[in-house]
């Protein structure tokens, strides 16, 4: 994890390090867990939002978007973007089978009330 930390933490820079390349024969057994979504709550978010369908994946990745950017600009506080997401799926409409159109509406719905939503 300190490569992908040291990413975010020089973005959009690479800063320099000596971590040695990670060897998979290393490890020839790797194993995973079920995530844990009462933690990882946006991990939650996307499961109900695949669940309920429609335009509502579409509607969480533009709050995302949203609130990342804001996080990144010292906008909102790293616990504040589930928040952000949370709040914009609950107030954009829910369209069942939506058209291209309806995406692009979508899109541009969740990203104002995102915004809306982020401190200045």
Known sequence: MRLPIQYAL????RLPNSFPRFNFMD?????FEQADVSVF????????????????????????EVAVEAFLKGKCGFV????????TI???????????SDYVETDREAREVAQSLIKA
């Not at 504040?80 to 709040?87: A, D, G, K, N």
């Not at 609950?90 to 291209?100: L, R, V």
């Open 41 to 64: 709550r946006n991990l939650s978010m996307a499961y109900e939002a695949m669940r309920q369908g429609g335009n509502v994946p579409c509607v969480l990745n533009a709050a995302n």
């Open 27 to 31: 490890f020839p057994s790797l194993t």
């Open 90 to 100: 609950g107030k954009c409409g829910f369209i069942a089978s939506p058209t291209f």
């Open 80 to 87: 504040e973007m589930s928040c952000i997401i949370e709040q």
């Open 10 to 13: 020089g973005f959009p820079q």
